[in-house]
Nanobody, 115 residues
Framework: QVQLAESGGGLVQAGGSLRLSCAASGSIWGIAAMGWYRQAPGKQRELVATITSGMITNYADSVKGRFTISRDNVKNTVYLQMNSLKPEDTAVYYC?????????WGKGTLVTVSS
C-alpha cells in the first residue's frame, strides 16, 4: 500500500499563489506516475497535472502556463506550484500515485480562491 499525505491548501485571493505538497510513504517502490487531480463542488474529478518517474509532465489545458508540477524522487514528494489562481480553480485537490498499475489517492486538500 501507498499512503499519500497532501498539504498546502488554503484560502487565497484571485491572482495569488499556493504550493501543494504530497508525500508518499509505505510501499513506495515501483511508483511510476504521480499527479494532482481536483474536484469542484458538483463536478467530476478532473486531471490537473501528472509527472512520470522520468520527469515527463502533462497538464490540463486550463492550468497550462499557470501551474507547475515537480517531483523529488529522493523525498518521494510531488509538488504543485499554482500561480495566477482564479476562482474557478477552487476545488479539493487530490494527490495520486500509480504503482504497478494500481492507483492510490490522498484524502485531498481544499483550495479556495476568492474573487
Amino acid at each position: 500500500q501507498v499512503q499519500l499525505a497532501e498539504s498546502g491548501g488554503g484560502l487565497v485571493q484571485a491572482g495569488g499563489s499556493l504550493r501543494l505538497s504530497c508525500a508518499a510513504s509505505g510501499s513506495i517502490w515501483g511508483i511510476a506516475a504521480m499527479g494532482w487531480y481536483r474536484q469542484a463542488p458538483g463536478k467530476q474529478r478532473e486531471l490537473v497535472a501528472t509527472i512520470t518517474s522520468g520527469m515527463i509532465t502533462n497538464y490540463a489545458d486550463s492550468v497550462k502556463g499557470r501551474f507547475t508540477i515537480s517531483r523529488d524522487n529522493v523525498k518521494n514528494t510531488v509538488y504543485l506550484q499554482m500561480n495566477s489562481l482564479k476562482p474557478e480553480d477552487t476545488a479539493v485537490y487530490y494527490c495520486n500515485a500509480e504503482r504497478l498499475r494500481v492507483d492510490f489517492w490522498g484524502k485531498g486538500t481544499l483550495v479556495t480562491v476568492s474573487s
